[in-house]
């Protein structure tokens, strides 16, 4: 076991991958001899070679374009959007190829690729860095969307995700990439994609998160066990397929529901998160299901990111304000 | 002809490369050659086999329409006068080279294996369409115009990866060279070197728009210089100049030299789709005026001047195709469906959720039947 | 008044609007010459020149970006994508610039621009030709997104959505194109943005929906009634910003709810639909907030589509199982 | 030199087209003039205030990044080593034309109207710095790389369209010619003929990428051939050549002979942002090789030459400038934020979903005052 920060889990992983499978490859723009501008791609071209992790022209449709017929020809790509904020020049190439080639040769081209990318903010970037919109790929038939919350989650889920012969958006909360160490096993291991995390179990009240926010809750959990509100955190792990039994289960025994996510929160994950509630635990809540979204707003720069970013105060807020309802 | 006569075939991509000017034409519009010099290497058999996969396609394409017309199927988007060009390709494209079509190449899906009756599975609603189990290394149709290129350029990438000698063969529109996917495709391709022969299929319109207003650029064949790759003008209807580019492509690309750009030259003689109505916005006269360079036409003058092909030949033999098509269309009206298609082909597994929509789905059939 | 289709109603007011105000431009694909693939754009090029309204290079993201160039200049762009499933390549220009303009510069720049899309199935279409992804619109912050169900409300909505200035993804539903025709008031009229339409005033359940399916549930209606059921009807017109007060207060009244929407359910805008009713009406709750959205499909080609498309019966099914939960 | 012995501007970009293979330069490395014939028409003071534009911008760009490591500022871009393109932009520019950046173009920003203050708002993390309120006629940053450019054509349709006799200036990298957004916007611009000046800053890296591995192309310039468009390439670190090829530019798109590329050839001498280790893809002995070239040494070696420019006014100047910008960071520092502002910009009236959520979030942040 050695204690990993996130940048090194999602390295380790791809590294087990890579060594393991002449058909993994590894590409995007700057993962090469820079090896990632967040370092996560660090040495792997050294040690793999230039076929096999490499740079590209900077085109984010032809990264996604080019992976799909990689994926038909019988390998295994593993792309790397620089930051969230820039998969959409490869928007089409996802909802229109990546995700429903196998569906329209009724199973004859799987596309076995992972897209991983940087998403989330609260780093103090410039424009277009900060941006949560896992929803969209989400609502998208044919996709698998992962998001971990820790270096042993990101690497579990990730060798789950370039194993998978579905597509998967991998998407990696930026802000943890090096807040967090954590005792990560050698070798290679997986966590299911489909199956939420119990993190603590309780009485109160239901809190279903993921990835960057998980820790707000977290510490959020602390300021209501201080008032005697005893939390129940789900982490939601796959944000597609959705774990619903959990979820519901869990509600079941508290009456009370809480999403807490970080995207804009119109026709977001936190409502789809609701909508799961009401269908299959409806009778057992004491309070109205509710989400902490972010704001319908472009995440502001710098100087607004805590007004955007739940706090643990906020979260704490609203977890007291379902309790007393 | 003596073949020592015929000049290399590389020579060509560099004589009549994208900044030259000029177009490769072998056949004049009646079918004389006109540049002997650059006849392709084919024998009789070959030529013969050309022509008359050019008039199966054509066949199978006018009785397309006719279906669509008869209310017996979908939309479908003709390939009237462009055959020579999928033709060519067929005849160079082997086994195991790989097909990445748009969805006007009837002609070269014949050729890579794919039958009418999947042809027809695709155009009469079914997914099954775009299975083409016959047809080894093809991809199904790509509707959103040039998205298919990046999907060329990555496969050439895999099969230099895999040591493979096979290569790529993709299709675009003229409208699709303004899209930022051919863009992106050719610079890949081109910094990859990778082992792909993009064939602009230049029929002089996108629906209603014609080249001239599609790009500013001198033809659609410079474009290869933005991408430091080989380009070449061929007469597109013209089938023996269509093989001279495409074989001297193949090479190209099969050498390890990397990507060439062919833009042929041709014309869609039909509608748009069944759904368009082409007097919107072409003359007649036009229309007339391209009719007289059809690829057929041209072929078959060739031919009949090497005394290859007897007219008498060709009545019975289309009636032998038209019984042939009809067959594979009777399959496509008896092919079944199953309305849980509609669910599990999405994932590897399908997911509980979309289960549960399956599960719902059928109860409500259930219920419905029960109303009955 | 003149009895109008759809496709007559957009065309006029396209007509009505260029006539008015020299900076409003049309221009897409094939909407010169040829009127457009479906003739809502027939004879304007004629009456109002190639300067104003005519055709592009093939390129969705060209469309739409040179449009964001032109409202910035002072125009006022009408584009038009062919369908709603080639406006992908344009994505990245719609999230990162024609959604962000107003917003980044503090409004100094806003981007009154309208982006038409035929969208939504039943007509029997090739691949890419029958998506309702609508959802993906009302996700991103800065837009507004509008969607006519008869020719009256698409020739009012799309005077007002023209005169926004804020942004309007306007989505049209194809399958209605031809098939309503209805007295149409002659010259310029709107239709607010932001605002639902009560269609039908009913005790028992509130019906939400939008688009074609506003026919499909009326016909649900007329089966309901003969079961005694009496039907709310809500057409939400607006898909975003949505007319939460006009949902809730009929919830509120009739204590049931069902959306019936066309595009994919997870993470669609029956998830945001039931979300809304939770957060403003749950106390007046009888039955849990329910949606019939589509199949978290790609839609069925030809053959299929009867499935994944709401049938009246359905919609009945549904609102009984409901009514009687 | 007499103007009579200067050769017409149009001419430039036919003689130094896309396909010459030639760069044009008209100062070597040390700033002694090479090609007497093309050197722009320009007085002593204008040469004298375009090297102290460079000499500011350099001194805004270091103490930009200065300010950043001393944690005052977020991640900036430097301009450092292409100064020479932005001031030459800015000098043919006119008031009324447009600017269309990327996000490395200080130079050119200021030209335009741009103050440090709003700049370092920017980069400071505030939206504010996205007004530019003294700069007429100019779009703010464009993060997404390329995206900005078909806004560059959209505003040069709307000139024309508008019978203004504007022109638009837009900046791209040499990364960001491989962009769908580029192609698109380059060939909507050729078939328009819209007033576009497209310069590419080749600076050769797209953050570690280097140009040879970023197209197969032999230029970025000969991209030009695909849209049927003028392409240049010109020495970027050479003030002289710059002003030649911009202006012979300009007065082809405000004549109404359409867009004009230009591919600027520079080095950026810094880092790709103050987060990048340059160091990790690039040698020293390169980097040196390009301080050699540098844009400022060579300008201000051709006035020293010319006896326009004495050394000793080099020191009190920077301080002066040093002065300045640093009174412009002060008030950045001092400039005030309202949460409120980040909810009421999207729309020109805010939607009442939206106001609620600013309401419940005051709410909270009164309940958390309440708290304490
Ligand atoms: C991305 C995208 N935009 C628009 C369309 C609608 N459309 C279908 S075919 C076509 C014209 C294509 O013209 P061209 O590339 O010349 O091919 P051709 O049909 O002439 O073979 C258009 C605009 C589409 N299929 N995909
Ligand atoms: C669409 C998009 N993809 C990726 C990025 C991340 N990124 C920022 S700058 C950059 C390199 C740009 O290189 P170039 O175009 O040469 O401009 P330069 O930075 O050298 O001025 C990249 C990849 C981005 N901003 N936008
Ligand atoms: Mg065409
Ligand atoms: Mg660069």
Redesign the interface.
């Known amino acids: 076991m050695k204690i990993m920060n996130m940048v090194q889990a999602v390295n380790d992983a791809l590294d087990i991958m890579l060594a393991q499978d002449g058909k993994v490859l590894v590409f995007g723009e700057d993962v090469g001899v820079e090896g990632g501008v967040f370092r996560v791609t660090e040495g792997l071209q050294q040690k793999y070679g230039e076929d096999r992790v490499f740079d590209t022209p900077l085109a984010e449709s032809g990264i996604v374009g080019t992976a799909v017929g990689m994926a038909v020809a019988g390998l295994r790509p593993v792309v790397e959007m620089q930051f969230s904020g820039f998969v959409y020049p490869a928007f089409n190439q996802i909802i229109s190829h990546v995700a429903r080639m196998r569906n329209r040769t009724r199973g004859r081209y799987s596309i076995p690729m992972v897209i991983r990318m940087p998403y989330g903010g609260f780093i103090r970037a410039i424009e277009h860095h900060s941006e949560s919109m896992e929803a969209l790929f989400v609502h998208i038939p044919g996709l698998k969307v992962v998001i971990p919350s820790t270096p042993y989650d990101a690497k579990g889920l990730l060798v789950a995700a370039i194993e998978s012969d579905d597509p998967v958006i991998f998407m990696e909360p930026k802000r943890l990439y090096r807040a967090i160490k954590q005792e990560v096993p050698d070798g290679k291991f997986t966590i299911p994609l489909g199956k939420a995390k119990v993190l603590a179990t309780g009485e109160h009240i239901t809190v279903v998160s993921y990835g960057a926010l998980v820790r707000e809750v977290q510490k959020a959990m602390s300021l209501a066990k201080k008032t005697g509100i005893s939390v129940e955190l789900i982490d939601l792990r796959s944000i597609y397929p959705i774990d619903r039994e959990t979820i519901t289960r869990s509600v079941q025994k508290t009456g009370r529901f809480l999403s807490v996510t970080e995207g804009p929160r119109t026709a977001g994950v936190g409502a789809e998160l609701m909508s799961i509630v009401n269908e299959d635990a409806f009778l057992s809540l004491e309070a109205p299901p509710t989400r902490l979204a972010g704001f319908d707003t472009v995440p502001p720069l710098a100087q607004g990111e805590h007004h955007y970013h739940h706090s643990p105060e906020r979260i704490f807020y609203e977890i007291k304000k379902l309790v007393e309802y | 002809m003596s073949s020592s006569k015929t000049k290399s075939k590389t020579a060509l991509l560099e004589e009549y490369g994208a900044?030259s000017g000029k177009m490769l034409q072998i056949l004049d519009y009646e079918g004389r050659v006109i540049l002997a010099e650059r006849l392709p290497k084919l024998s009789p058999e070959e030529m013969v086999t050309a022509y008359q996969n050019m008039l199966y396609a054509r066949t199978a394409d006018q009785m397309a329409v006719s279906y669509q017309r008869q209310g017996r199927m979908?939309?479908y988007p003709p390939n009237l006068g462009q055959e020579a060009i999928g033709v060519a390709v067929g005849s160079v494209m082997r086994e195991d080279d790989?097909l990445?079509p748009a969805y006007r190449e009837l002609s070269a899906w014949l050729a890579k294996g794919a039958s009418m009756k999947d042809i027809f599975l695709y155009?009469?609603?079914?997914?099954?369409g775009?299975?083409?189990?016959g047809a080894k290394n093809m991809?199904?149709?790509?509707?959103?115009?040039a998205?298919q290129?990046?999907?060329?350029?990555?496969?050439?990438?895999?099969?230099?990866?895999?040591g493979k000698k096979d290569i790529v063969f993709t299709f675009v529109g003229d409208?699709?060279t303004?899209?930022?996917?051919?863009?992106?495709?050719l610079?890949?391709a081109?910094?990859w070197?990778a082992p792909v022969v993009f064939i602009i299929q230049n029929n002089q319109y996108?629906?209603?728009?014609p080249r001239a207003?599609?790009?500013?650029?001198?033809s659609l064949a410079?474009?290869a210089?933005?991408?430091?790759?080989p380009g070449i003008q061929v007469d597109g209807n013209d089938y023996l100049a269509m093989v001279a580019a495409v074989k001297a492509a193949a090479e190209h690309a099969r050498a390890g030299q990397?990507p060439v750009l062919i833009e042929a030259v041709t014309y869609r003689r039909g509608a748009h789709t069944t759904?368009?109505d082409p007097g919107?916005?072409r003359t007649e006269a036009e229309e007339q005026k391209w009719a007289e360079r059809d690829p057929l036409k041209r072929l078959k003058g060739y031919l009949l001047a090497q005394q290859l092909w007897d007219e008498t030949n060709e009545e019975p033999l289309i009636s032998q195709y038209k019984k042939e098509i009809d067959q594979q269309f009777t399959e496509m009206e008896n092919h079944p469906?199953d309305?849980k298609?509609?669910?599990i082909?999405?994932?590897?597994e399908i997911?509980?959720?979309?289960k549960q929509?399956?599960v719902a789905?059928e109860k409500?059939l259930n219920?419905?039947e029960s109303?009955q």
């Open positions: 900044l979908y939309t790989w990445v155009f009469g609603g079914h997914e099954d775009s299975v083409l189990a991809l199904p149709s790509a509707v959103p115009i998205s290129l990046p999907h060329a350029a990555g496969i050439g990438y895999a099969m230099k990866y895999q409208g699709g303004s899209q930022g996917d051919f863009h992106e495709a610079n890949f081109g910094v070197r996108a629906i209603s728009h207003h599609q790009t500013a650029a001198k410079v474009k210089e933005g991408y430091g790759i990397g759904s368009d919107r916005y469906y309305f298609d509609i669910f082909h999405h994932y590897t997911p509980d959720d979309l929509q399956m789905y409500f219920w419905k109303q």
